[in-house]
């Protein structure tokens, strides 16, 4: 999206048609309301960006079905020239004509028909350049037919539009909607423009008699050869029009063409030797390269002859460096509303109820009430949106902050007023920094420089992710985490989206119940595109199925969101997803991949709180019952779209074990309704889930992932390792998202277990290199302390006192199994009797010849809520050939 520069901000209304209320689709459900349907259709029109026309920003529904556009606004219009005084040369006509024509032109190929020429929507920059306005009303009201007010105005419509009359789908007297208008509709509009410009000497003082006249002599053009001569003489200017040069006729003349049939395009009227001598003034459009591409996004970059030209520094407004939509964005965080410029306009005006009420006629003809209410109908006044005061409360942040430096130099930057401000700001909930005006501008001008080097700069958006994600940026900064690289478009575009496939039933059946409280994806464009993404995975994934209740519409939801515009980007962002936290869940026999991914979460609950998973394990509460839709959907099934894009915000940088500490962070928060509760209770407790503080419940899943030893999630059935040239996370360094499973393995790694045997354990197991690392053995065999200096980790080596004499891990300590349980596996001695109360706290390390022994006393342990409880994979013989034993000094 391009930069502010000299444009405004500019915001009009309109009110789509209400549907009726008791009207039902044809599956059962209630229809879309049109304005619903509008919103949908006008997303694209954001990603239509020409110099010649205005960028759409962005569209808000109201109540009463009204809704609210904003895109690029200038004060000065075409308008500007019907006074006498500004009559326009012929030379500039044929300059506004060739920019008007290029911008229909790049509609054109965009499918796209403006409809709605006139000379307020033909605007004029500082330089007095073209710039059209509100050329997506007719596509996104789908040519008229979702709102009751004509598309276009009836002075400047071609005659095959007029002819074909008004339509509206309620109207019974209509059976069939008349055919869309072509482009060749918008050069009658712009040859009726380009009459008024020629002719507006004369016809300023009568331009209103002209349009009153234009409809009524429609029928005798049909059979006239020279429209604009009839114009002329009809309206007393023929002189006038004699004086122009023969080429400004010439092009009136095929702009005014009767016949739809022989009346050029646009495009054939830019080739038109009229334009000869202005078309070499300017350089053809060249659409700006998407980040995920196989062009070179900087081969259009060109530096000025002098470099010194770059840093000379006039006072510059630097806001209107920034794209639009940046400024539109923070403009809404400086305290902006877009109905209550409206109103102060009096645009939108409110009336009480009572003013309201429709006309009833009394049996002597008397009539009461109202008549139509005209704030229903169309006012395409465009109110500038004031930038005030958003530049006022970003009149603090130093101009350096516009241009931020990265890697180290970043330290150096001069510091602006609010510096201590912003800095404070960082230790703010999350809800707030988001809402913070200045904070988010450092933010969003950072990521969008992080993200234009991507993928060079793929560790520091890494880095800065950690600290958080601005919203505005938020779909690429996924993109960028999930490591999507290449040519996206035309992968996407090479799978078949269209053959009829068995899933596409249960496609259709999913998607209207898949986050439809959400505007944007209940539209009817949010379920095509749904349908397309979700289709192009199964197709593309023909090892893989789509599950009828694995809801991987719901996957797909958060991506769809933020990529609307982009699919290509959704899918890909989608297929490097799934793999990653769902590997093979979605094989046609996926029990075995969800039972030991289940089985794991369940020792992570007894690993980080044994007290709660104690009692669910007493009533039988088992994560079978309420975990598999969590991570089916990775909780996109649980949650509302905006507390998953702050959960995964986090996600995005953990590893495939992350799920688990998120899964236990929502189970603490319901800690003690569960506690309290039993069986029944418990049900209907996650049948419907209360209110879950996703900033907390982020805040505690980075502190369990951090006291959780990276081998205690294992799991045989996760991603295999990824091999060099892969865009996987392995290569990445971050603080939580390196994975067990692409560490290189070695004779003291985990090795796998069955699952019979998986389910037989209460704790996790961890791996010898795990309590090597953890214990810094290998290093100077201290053990390794948190910030209280206690040791983090502590190992029990349950052996009988002679073999632990015979070698053990340094600092350990030794609870022999046998005089902890009796010949029948009994419980003879409490544990914490042999001092292990002491420790409780750190992440206890159960060690031992025998893992049945060890798998037993990990579970008494945890029985009497010892928490952070874990088995050395192997037993003490893992250590052995390592050398790191050590044997007590004899005493003297």
Known sequence: MRSLKDAQLGAFTFFASALPHDVCGSNGLPLTPNSIKILGRFQILKTITHPRLCQYVDISRGKHERLIVVAEHYENCLSIFQKPENAPSAEKVLQIAYEVLEGLEFMNKNGLVHRALGPNNVLMDCKGNVKLAKFGLYHMTDHGADVDFPIGYPSYLAPEVIAQGSFHPSDPSRDEAPLPSGPKSDVWSLGILLFELCAVRILNKHSFSFRLKWRCCLSSLGCMDDIVTVLAEEHGCLDTIKELPDSVLELLRKCLTFLPSKRPTPAELLQDPVFNSISCHYTPFQKPVSLFSSSLRCAHLVLPDDISDLCKDNDEDYLSERAIDEVYHLWCLAGGDLEKELTNQEIIQSKPPISTLPNFVLEDGETFGQGRDRSFLLDDTTVTLSLCQLRNRLKDVAREAYYPLLEDEQSSLPQS???????????????????????????????????????????????????????????????????????????????????????????????????????????????????????????????????????????????????????????????????????????????????????????????????????????????????????LTMFTHVFPLHKIFHLWDTLLLGNSSFPFCIGVAILQQLRDRLLANGFNECILLFSDLPEIDIERCVRESISLFCWTPKSATYRQHAQPPKVAGDNGFAKTSTYYSSDYQDMPKTDLSREPLSLVDLKAEVSPRISAEDLIDLCELSLSGSSKRNKTGKPKIVAVDIRTAEDFNRGHISGSINIPFNTTFGPENEVVQCPAAGGLQSYRGRVIVVISHNMKSAAMFAAHLVKMSFPRVCNLDGGINKLKPTGLLTVPSPQI
């Open 417 to 631: 007023n609010s510096s201590n401000e912003l800095s404070a700001a960082v230790t703010l909930p999350l809800i707030i920094r988001e809402r913070d005006t200045e904070y988010q501008l450092i933010r969003i001008i950072l990521f969008d420089r992080l993200l234009k080097a991507y993928p060079y700069k793929k560790t520091l958006v890494w880095k800065e992710a950690r600290v958080d994600i601005p919203p505005l940026v938020r779909g690429l900064a996924w993109a960028g985490l999930l490591g999507i690289e290449g040519d996206i478009q035309a992968k996407y575009e090479g799978i078949d989206k269209d053959t009829p496939i068995p899933t596409d039933r249960q496609i259709e059946v999913d998607i209207p119940r898949c986050h439809q409280y959400d505007e944007l994806l209940s539209s009817p464009q949010g379920h095509i595109k749904f349908r397309r993404v979700l289709k192009a995975w199964v197709v593309s994934h023909p090892d893989l199925v789509y599950w009828w209740w694995s809801c991987l519409d719901s996957l797909c939801a958060p991506f769809l969101y933020l990529n609307f515009n982009n699919e290509a980007l959704a899918y890909a962002c989608m297929s490097a997803f799934i793999p990653k936290y769902l590997y093979n869940f979605f094989l046609k026999d996926n029990s075995h991949v969800i039972q030991e991914y289940l089985t794991v979460f369940s020792q992570m609950i007894a690993f980080h709180d044994p007290e709660l998973s104690n009692h669910l394990n007493e009533i039988g509460f088992i994560p079978d019952l309420y975990a598999i839709p969590w991570f």
